[in-house]
C-alpha cells in the first residue's frame, strides 16, 4: 500500500476539529505533500492549508484524494459518493482511514476499475504477513510506548524523527495508525491486524538495515490498558527495540474509555515495558520521556518535565513544545 | 457459530495422525457427539471410532460433515468437493478448521443456499466483536497458560473440566482454537480476531455468569513467545481469571518453531503470568502445574511431576495419565 503525493485533504463539511485528525495529521507533519484543503458549505474547521476544489487541485497536479475526517462509528456516508467520483475522474487515488472500508462499496469499485484509479483502505492491511520469528534483525529501532492510549506517542515518534534528520541522523519514520500510514505514505495499521501476525507484521514493516540505520516506529496502545495491551506486547516483541521513549499525559487518572481502569505510574511503565522487550532485545533501554504538557502553561510544563528529569534520570521534554533534541542526543 | 451435532469425521485418505487433529480431538474428547468416521481409499489412520459412508451417517441422523484433517498450508484440496456436496444434499452442515474458507468457493456457496445448510469456517470468527472493557464479570474463571505453545493447554482444560463435572462443579468448557471450538460446538479462535477485539472477543466468550459457575478457557501461546505472546496477553486479560493452571511440555530447548528462541523456566512462566493476570484480576492465582509427560515413562513422570509440586508447593500432574482431580479440588 503507497499514497501517492500530493495530498487533496478533503474534509467535508466536518464542525469539529477532532473528527478531522487524518487531514490536520498530514498538514501538520507532512505540508510538502498536500497541496490543498477542500471543504463544502457548512464546514467550519480547517487545517490552514490552501483552500481549493477538486478540479483545481488536479490541475496542480494532487494524486490522492484524502479523506481526511471521521465520524465516531467509522463509517463512510454516501453523500461524500459524488466527489469521490470526481476525484477518480480527475486522476486520483482515494485514500481513507475509515473503518467502513471504500472497497465493500460496488459503485465506487466499478469507478475505480474505469479510471484505473486505487481504492486505499489504509485502515485494512492488505498484505499477507507471517507470524514473527524473534530474529535480530539489522540497524537500530527506537518505539514510543505510553501509559495509556492517545498520550501522544506519533507525535512524540514524529518530533523524534524530526530531530535526527536535524542531526544527520539516517531515519525512518514507521507508521502503525491510519493518521501515521498518511504521514508516511506507509505502514501497517497494527490494531487492524490478524492477531496471529501482530508481531510478524511489525518485523515486516521495520526489516533488515544497515547498522547505523534508525527506525522511529510509532507506538500503539499501553501495556497496562485491559483492551489493548495484547497489541502493545505483540507490537514491541516485533519491533525489538534497542531505545524506547515513555509518553505521557498529564492530567489523566484512568485508562482512556475505561472510568474504572487504573492509571499505571511512569515507573510502572518503565518496568513492564524493558522487562516485555528484554524478550527479543536484551539490550533494549528507555532513553527519554515525553510528557504532552498541553493542560498547562509552558512554565508549568518545563517545571513538571524537570522533575520527572530528576526523578528518573533521563531526558524529559514535552517534544512539541521543547523539541526532541535532548532525547535524541542520548542516542548519538 | 454453532456447530449442531452428531458429527461425520471425514479424514479423507489421510496417513499421518498430526494431520487428524481435528478429527482425534473430537473423538477423544465427544465422542458421544460423533457417529462415525468417513476415510477414503488410501488412509492410513483412523480415530478408532466406527467406519461409514455419508449415506449410512445420514441414515443415522448425522447433522455435520466435519473436515477432520488439515494439511500444512491449511489449503482445501478440490478433490474433496464432490464429498463435501455429497454431504449437503444428504442434510449435513460442513465445518472447516482450515485455514482457506468453505466459504470462499462459490461451488460450495452456492450449493449450501440450495441445501439450505451452512459452511462453518471455525477458524474465522463470524461475529462483530467490540474493544474490551476490562470491567468484572460474575462467576469464577480458569486460564490455562503456557511455558509455549502446544504443550497441552487445550488438553489440560478439558481434563479439567472433567474433573470438575465429575466433583459436581458447574463449569463450561470455553473454546479458543479450532479443535476446541469443535469438542464445545461453539467458541471463538482468539488467534483469528482482529488484534484490536484480543480482550473483547474474549470477554465475550465468557460472559457474566452465576457466583459459583466456573468457565475454564482454553490458553493460547504463551508471554514468552516472541510471535504469539500479544495473543497470550489479551486472552489473559480478557479472561479475568481467578485461577490459573501452568502447564508445561518436557525436553524442549527452544520455543516452538524458533530454534534460537529461550525457552522460560515453569517459576518466570509463573511471575509473568501472574503480574500481567493482576490488571484485570488483582486476586487472580495459580492453582496448579500441568505437565505433558508423554515423553518419559509413567514412573518417571510422577517423580517429575512430584519435584514441581514441592518446588512450587502447588499440585502437579500430568493431567491425561493421572487427572486433574488433585488441581481441581484446590478450587473446593
Not at 505514505?185 to 533488515?208: H, W
Not at 502493545?232 to 519491533?239: D, E, N
Request: charged fraction near 20%; charge should be neutral.
Amino acid at each position: 500500500m503507497k499514497i501517492v503525493p500530493p495530498y487533496l485533504l478533503f474534509i467535508g463539511d466536518a464542525s469539529d476539529k477532532l473528527s478531522i485528525k487524518m487531514a490536520l495529521s498530514a498538514a501538520k507533519w507532512r505540508p510538502e505533500l498536500c497541496i490543498g484543503e477542500y471543504s463544502v458549505s457548512g464546514c467550519s474547521v480547517t487545517t490552514g492549508i490552501e483552500q481549493m476544489n477538486i478540479k483545481q487541485a488536479s490541475d496542480k497536479g494532487a494524486k490522492s484524494f484524502v479523506l481526511g475526517f471521521a465520524n465516531s462509528g467509522g463509517s463512510l456516508d454516501k453523500k461524500w459518493f459524488p466527489y469521490i467520483i470526481e476525484a477518480m475522474e480527475a486522476g486520483m487515488d482515494i485514500v481513507s482511514g475509515l473503518h467502513e472500508k471504500l472497497c465493500s462499496f460496488p459503485k465506487l469499485v466499478i469507478k475505480a476499475e474505469q479510471t484505473q484509479q486505487k481504492l486505499l483502505d489504509i485502515r485494512h492491511p492488505q498484505e499477507g504477513f507471517v507470524t514473527g520469528t524473534g530474529l535480530k534483525r539489522k540497524g537500530k529501532r527506537l518505539l514510543t510506548v505510553g501509559t495509556d492510549c492517545s498520550v501522544g506517542k506519533m507525535y512524540t515518534s514524529l518530533c523524534i524523527e524530526q530531530s535526527m534528520k536535524a542531526l544527520n541522523f539516517d531515519v525512518d519514520f514507521r507508521a502503525t495508525g491510519q493518521c501515521g500510514i498518511l504521514i508516511a505514505g506507509n505502514g501497517v495499521a497494527i490494531d487492524c491486524v490478524i492477531s496471529d501476525f501482530i508481531s510478524g507484521a511489525t518485523e515486516s514493516l521495520s526489516p533488515n538495515n544497515h547498522a547505523e540505520h534508525w527506525d522511529v516506529i510509532e507506538g500503539q496502545g499501553s501495556l497496562s490498558h485491559p483492551a489493548f495491551a495484547g497489541v502493545s506486547l505483540g507490537l514491541l516483541h516485533g519491533s525489538q527495540p534497542d531505545a524506547l521513549v515513555v509518553c505521557h499525559d498529564l492530567h489523566r487518572n484512568h485508562m482512556r474509555g475505561l472510568p474504572k481502569s487504573q492509571f499505571p505510574s511512569i515507573e510502572t511503565t518503565i518496568a513492564l515495558n524493558l522487562q516485555a522487550a528484554k524478550l527479543t532485545n536484551p539490550n533494549v533501554k528507555v532513553v527519554g520521556i515525553a510528557v504532552n504538557t498541553s493542560s498547562v502553561s509552558v512554565d508549568e510544563g518545563q517545571e513538571i518535565c524537570a522533575a520527572f528529569s530528576k526523578q528518573f534520570t533521563l531526558p524529559c521534554v514535552d517534544p512539541v513544545r521543547d523539541g526532541a533534541d535532548s532525547i535524541v542526543k542520548t542516542l548519538l
